[in-house]
C-alpha cells in the first residue's frame, strides 16, 4: 500500500520502519517546527499542507491508500484536518495515539482543559516547572505573581521575562534527574500535557515522590478515527488491511 504518515512522534518513525520493511510505499510528514529532528525510513515531507484542501489534494496527487496520524497527542489542527481529510477523499484514517498517563489515586492531579484554566489554577507564589511546550507560554508567563522554569526543546520566540528561567533539554528523562532538578529549583508545581510514553514519565514519578502538585492539561477531542495505541496495533490494522486488497 501506499501509506502517508503524520509523524514527528518516536511511534511515528518505528511504524515507518516497520512498514517499509514490510515493503509498504511511506511517505512520513513533519511540520518542520524542530531543528535537526530524527528522521524516519521511506520518503520524507517537511511543512504544513495549507489546510484540509492542501491535505486532500497531496493524499489525491500521491495515489495514498491510507492516512496515519501518528502526531503528538496535542499537534491539534494537523489531527483535525486529518479527519476532515479522510472524510472528503474516502482514504482511512488510522490514529496511532500512544496511551494517556494514569491519575495516581493516592496523588489526584488538577485537571485543566485548556492552558489558560492550568495557568489560573496556580496559586501566588508558585514556582511552576513548565513542560507544555512552545503553545500558550505567554499565557502562563503573564502571572507574574509565580515564578517559571520553562523546559523546552528549541528556543521560545519571546525572551524570558524576570521571573522565568529557560532551560533547553531534550527527552528521555530519568527519575534521578528530574528529582534533583525539581529539588534544586524549589518546584512547587509541574504543569504538563497528558502526552503518555516512557520518554517523559519520570516527571510523574519524581513528584509524586517529593509531593509536589501536578496541573495536567487534558488531551483535545479530534473526531473519529480507528485508534490504536500501539505501534505493533497500528501494524496490524494495516497489515489487515493490505491482506484485503
Not at 495516581?104 to 514556582?127: F, N, V
Not at 477531542?221 to 486488497?245: F, I, K, M, N
Request: with cysteine; glycine share 10%.
Amino acid at each position: 500500500m501506499r501509506i502517508l504518515i503524520l509523524g514527528g512522534t518516536g511511534e511515528a518513525r518505528a511504524l515507518a520502519g516497520a512498514l517499509v520493511e514490510a515493503g509498504h510505499a511511506v511517505t512520513t510528514s513533519l511540520a518542520g517546527r524542530t531543528s535537526d529532528p530524527r528522521l524516519p525510513d521511506g520518503g520524507l515531507r517537511v511543512g504544513g499542507f495549507g489546510g484540509i484542501p492542501g491535505l486532500c489534494a497531496y493524499l489525491r496527487a500521491g495515489s495514498f491508500d491510507y492516512l496515519v496520524d501518528a502526531t503528538h497527542p496535542y499537534a491539534g489542527l494537523i489531527s483535525i484536518n486529518a479527519v476532515a481529510a479522510s472524510q472528503s477523499t474516502g482514504i482511512p484514517l488510522l490514529r496511532l495515539m500512544r496511551p494517556e498517563w494514569p491519575e495516581p489515586a493516592e496523588a489526584p492531579w488538577l485537571r485543566a482543559a485548556s492552558t489558560e484554566a492550568a495557568a489560573a489554577l496556580l496559586p501566588s507564589g508558585a514556582r511552576a516547572l513548565l513542560s507544555t511546550g512552545h503553545t500558550g507560554l505567554k499565557t502562563f508567563l503573564e502571572r507574574d505573581d509565580c515564578s517559571f522554569l520553562v523546559r523546552v526543546i528549541e528556543p521560545p520566540a519571546e525572551a524570558m521575562p524576570a521571573h522565568a528561567n529557560l532551560l533547553l533539554d531534550r527527552p528521555p528523562y530519568t527519575l534521578a534527574g528530574e528529582t534533583a532538578l525539581m529539588q534544586r529549583e524549589a518546584v512547587t508545581h509541574l504543569v504538563s500535557k497528558n502526552s503518555g510514553g516512557s520518554q517523559t514519565a519520570a516527571k510523574l514519578d519524581a513528584v509524586r515522590d517529593l509531593g509536589i502538585a501536578v496541573v495536567m492539561i487534558d488531551r483535545p477531542a479530534y473526531g473519529p478515527a480507528h485508534e490504536v495505541g500501539t505501534v505493533q496495533e497500528a501494524l496490524a490494522a494495516l497489515h489487515s488491511e493490505a491482506s484485503r486488497r
